[in-house]
């Protein structure tokens, strides 16, 4: 782009539904009398910008129209989101066989298939499949084409009105975007729909007192183990269930965490306290494949986990509610209290940006002990 002084972003647009290539640029006149120039370009008051029907022809026109002139930004319009080649696809069948209600509007055979191509966590793919029905069955009589940005915005406004979460009201933007823009093939098609303002909120935590006590209240050797892993290795509740007896390197004292979050694989601590807990357990429970199994085999149940955290707490004698996502956030100020890098927090939590690690800079107390209190 550094080679252009001028630049055009192409987007997809509807328009009386039919599939339109909307043209946005800064007023300039070269490139003005350039789109003067293509097939038939009109002007859209509510987009705010020129377009012209999505065809293969005025899709070539725009590219030979403003080679060496300007830079054309194909970001909103091309989606290029790759593939998770080290994942299997999520077994999504269940959503196929299932028994529906009379009137009740599935999600399409489409939207299922791309999930799966793309092979999108199992966790991610039944969250999508959820929200998106629950839009699509809010408008049952209205065809998905014709929905516009007035539509999900009235939508928006009563799961608002419902009090969901900003996390929830995210969730079900992503669901809704990824029908348009990744089944349909029409990216940002809803680039002007709002989200929630991003909150700063820092991350709760307990005392590294509070967590041992859990760790030490609970008997039940599976449940010490979960509790153990969950803060000793500060992982996520989905990474916890999907690990393998063959992801426990008692070598190097380490464990071995597959398909992460975003896909990603990553090694984080094992204390040696935590497998000789592991080699107890293994000896009374013998699990087949997954480390910790269900009663009747395959994976925990992640409600489980949480009853878990939940019942520890209330033995070690704490009040507020403890969830398994405060362990790992838990593990992560204690080591920086204790010293540890920044940069190998960030590689232990699997975080993509160090910025993300920095949150736990704000509550971890090391920082505030050289700070006199005024009252002392």
Not at 199 to 204: H, S, V, Y
Request: proline letters at 3%; charged letters at 25%; hydrophobic letters at 35%.
């Amino acid at each position: 782009m550094s080679q252009f002084t001028k630049s055009i972003t192409l987007k997809h647009l509807l328009i009386d539904e039919e599939k339109q290539i909307g043209l946005q640029f800064h007023p300039d006149k070269v490139i003005q009398a350039l789109v003067k120039s293509l097939s038939r370009p009109k002007w859209s008051d509510k987009y705010g910008m020129v377009y012209l029907k999505n065809t293969k022809i005025n899709r070539d026109a725009i590219f030979a129209a403003f080679k060496g002139v300007a830079w054309i930004n194909c970001s909103y319009f091309y989606p290029n989101k790759p593939i998770r080649h080290n994942e299997a696809p999520p077994d999504i069948d269940s959503y196929r066989k299932r028994k529906l209600l009379a009137g009740y509007r599935a999600c399409p055979e489409e939207y299922l298939q791309k999930l799966e191509l793309r092979k999108y966590s199992l966790n991610t793919a039944k969250t999508y499949i959820a929200m998106f029905e629950k839009f699509i069955n809010h408008y049952k009589d209205m065809d998905l084409i014709a929905l516009d940005e007035n539509e999900i915005r009235k939508y928006l406004q009563y799961l608002v009105q419902q009090d969901k979460s900003d996390s929830y009201l995210n969730q079900a933007i992503n669901s809704i975007k990824f029908y348009y823009e990744v089944v349909l093939q029409m990216p940002s098609r809803f680039y002007a729909i709002e989200r929630p303002i991003k909150r700063d909120r820092l991350p709760e935590v307990i005392s590294k007192q509070d967590a041992k006590a859990m760790i030490a209240a609970t008997q039940n050797i599976k449940h010490r183990c979960i509790l153990s892993i969950l803060y000793f290795g500060g992982l996520r509740r989905n990474e916890l269930i999907n690990l393998k007896i063959t992801d426990i390197d008692s070598k190097r004292m380490l464990i071995n965490i597959k398909n992460g979050k975003g896909g990603k694989d990553r090694y984080t601590l094992l204390s040696s306290s935590v497998l000789e807990d592991l080699r107890k357990y293994y000896i009374k429970h013998k699990p087949d494949n997954y480390l910790f199994e269900g009663a009747n085999g395959g994976t925990y149940s992640s409600t489980s986990i949480k009853k878990i955290v939940e019942k520890a707490a209330t033995r070690a004698g704490i009040k507020k509610k403890i969830t398994p996502h405060m362990l790992r956030h838990s593990f992560a100020t204690h080591l920086l209290e204790a010293g540890t890098d920044l940069r190998h927090i960030q590689v232990l939590l699997g975080h993509n940006s160090s910025k993300t690690t920095e949150i736990y800079t704000h509550v971890a107390i090391n920082s505030f002990k050289n700070i006199k209190n005024l009252l002392d």
